[in-house]
């Protein structure tokens, strides 16, 4: 069974500075990746997502990931970060091709950015 | 304009008492999906509905019962047998396999 983890459980930065946050997945040999934000007390909205195709996935808000497949890593980057930042991200992963899987969350990691 | 909704926002449980989460969509989604949120574990699938009329449980059902007897709507019931009930409850759907699940606000449940 797939498995996805998020090694960070917090993350704190500084306004405008850069953060990556961490995701990998058991390994499998079609996968589909996404990473979810979450703001308090609210539900997921989609950052952004890998099918196919290019390694390097643009998203909302600024964020980009890439799709690394020798290193079943699918990590979450954003070169500038804003307070408004502040929230949970996940990681989660489903098997492709494979007819329907359901979809596996990683734990979450809290970005906390501070003035 | 599209989306899920979830009623109510915040529930409230006496023990031996079962309770219905509503979920309804609008996107002409074939899938729907119930997810349990709790601090530090992310999001356990419940259950997941495919299309109208079937359903199969996911990792953490026990004590969960659910139905889908219209596309638009995936009620879940929190039974009495479920001895842990408070959590953040999330509803989703999508078209299928690989695509984008979209959620809804969630319900958060607490015991009184």
């Not at chain 1, 960070?8 to 500075?17: G, I, L, R, W």
């Not at chain 1, 952004?48 to 890439?66: D, P, Q, R």
């Not at chain 2, 509503?22 to 002409?28: G, I, P, R, T, V």
């Not at chain 2, 997941?48 to 059902?61: L, P, R």
């Given at each position: 069974?797939?498995?996805?983890?998020?090694?960070?459980?917090?993350?704190?930065v500084?306004?405008?500075?850069?953060?990556?946050?961490?995701?990998?997945?058991?390994?499998?040999?079609?996968?589909?990746?996404?990473?979810?934000?979450?703001?308090?007390?609210?539900?997921?909205?989609?950052?952004?997502?890998?099918?196919s195709?290019?390694?390097?996935?643009?998203?909302?808000?600024?964020?980009?990931?890439?799709?690394?497949?020798?290193?079943?890593?699918?990590?979450?980057?954003?070169?500038?970060?804003?307070?408004?930042?502040?929230?949970?991200?996940?990681?989660?992963?489903?098997?492709?091709?494979?007819?329907?899987?359901?979809?596996?969350?990683?734990?979450?990691?809290?970005?906390?950015?501070?003035? | 304009?599209?989306?899920?909704?979830?009623s109510?926002?915040?529930?409230?449980?006496?023990?031996?008492q079962?309770?219905?989460?509503?979920?309804?969509?609008?996107?002409?989604?074939?899938?729907?999906?119930?997810?349990?949120?709790?601090?530090?574990?992310?999001?356990?699938?419940?259950?997941?509905?495919?299309?109208?009329?079937?359903?199969?449980?996911?990792?953490?059902?026990?004590?969960?019962?659910?139905?889908?007897?219209?596309?638009?709507?995936f009620?879940?019931?929190?039974?009495?047998?479920?001895?842990?009930?408070?959590?953040?409850?999330?509803?989703a759907?999508?078209?299928?396999?690989?695509?984008?699940?979209?959620?809804?606000?969630?319900?958060?449940?607490?015991?009184?």
């Amino acid at each position: 069974a797939q498995s996805v983890t998020q090694l960070d459980s917090q993350v704190p930065v500084f306004e405008e500075a850069p953060v990556e946050l961490r995701c990998n997945y058991s390994s499998s040999v079609s996968v589909y990746l996404f990473w979810y934000v979450q703001y308090p007390n609210q539900g997921l909205q989609l950052l952004l997502k890998y099918l196919s195709g290019s390694t390097l996935v643009k998203g909302i808000n600024g964020f980009e990931a890439e799709f690394n497949k020798s290193q079943t890593s699918f990590h979450l980057r954003k070169p500038s970060v804003h307070i408004s930042d502040t929230a949970e991200y996940f990681c989660a992963v489903t098997e492709g091709n494979t007819g329907f899987q359901k979809l596996v969350f990683g734990t979450g990691t809290r970005l906390l950015v501070s003035p | 304009d599209g989306g899920i909704t979830q009623s109510p926002k915040y529930l409230f449980r006496k023990e031996g008492q079962n309770v219905t989460l509503s979920c309804e969509q609008n996107l002409n989604h074939d899938a729907m999906y119930w997810y349990r949120q709790d601090p530090g574990q992310g999001l356990r699938l419940i259950y997941y509905s495919q299309i109208v009329n079937d359903f199969q449980k996911g990792d953490i059902a026990e004590g969960y019962s659910v139905s889908r007897e219209k596309k638009e709507s995936f009620p879940l019931t929190v039974t009495s047998a479920q001895k842990n009930p408070t959590a953040f409850y999330l509803c989703a759907s999508s078209t299928g396999q690989g695509e984008t699940q979209y959620f809804g606000p969630g319900t958060r449940l607490l015991v009184l």
